[in-house]
């Protein structure tokens, strides 16, 4: 089965701090994203990452950066936390077909900027 | 770019009775429409899915119908139970042009034993 990971399932952080948010998946996938949900708003798209060391900007990039030094691997970094990141972040993983692509998700982070 | 609309945004039914999703999608240049189902505290799964070149599929008591003239597909539920309890996602995404799935809003399902 396809693992996606993310590190932690519970995140508070403080409002100015700088936020990691990790994850690894075991499936030799290229593509990697990080989306953010929020009642009503659904998933919205924050950043992906076709190969290591590439990333393109989502529907929501303002805020966010990421890093992908590893092919399994993919980090979402909040250069300055603020109240209203606080929501659930979701990281997934897909094969290099273009086509007919399933996207594979881990469990989730929720994250409270206090 | 695409636009997914997804319709209802909660849906409540009895346990047997059968459930349908809505979505509508923008670019006619989408093919691929998959549906996820998010459980309480996991991660959106994929349940089903239809390409363009078909206009149904089944799995057991799911299907999805698919009409590209009007732009729209649907999830059919059928002898829904409380295990259905959740909230899916529809999406699209295109081979031909960005890949990248755009995900309809969500619908919480809620089946009444």
């Known amino acids: 089965d396809v693992k996606v990971t993310q590190s932690s399932r519970y995140l508070v952080k403080r409002t100015g701090e700088k936020v990691f948010l990790e994850c690894v998946q075991d499936m030799d996938h290229e593509n990697m994203f990080w989306y953010r949900q929020d009642p009503g708003l659904g998933l919205r798209l924050i950043y992906f990452s076709y190969d290591v060391k590439m990333k393109e900007k989502g529907d929501i990039p303002e805020g966010y950066s990421v890093s992908r030094e590893k092919k399994e691997r993919f980090s979402l970094i909040l250069e300055s936390a603020s109240t209203n990141q606080t929501s659930m972040y979701l990281c997934a993983s897909s094969p290099p077909d273009r086509a007919y692509t399933e996207a594979f998700f881990g469990q989730g982070t929720r994250l409270t900027v206090v | 770019g695409e636009n997914v609309e997804q319709h209802p945004s909660t849906l409540s039914v009895q346990e047997g009775d059968s459930a349908v999703i809505k979505c509508t999608y923008s670019?006619?240049?989408?093919?691929?429409f998959p549906w996820y189902k998010q459980e309480l505290g996991k991660g959106p799964q994929l349940i089903i899915d239809i390409r363009s070149n078909v206009g149904e599929k089944k799995d057991q008591r799911i299907a999805v119908t698919l009409n590209k003239t009007a732009k729209h597909f649907s999830l059919h539920i059928t002898e829904t139970q409380p295990e259905d309890s959740a909230v899916y996602f529809c999406a699209a995404s295109s081979s031909g042009g960005s890949y990248i799935p755009t995900f309809g809003r969500g619908t919480s399902l809620i089946v009444h034993p």
């Open positions: 670019d006619s240049a989408s093919n691929y």
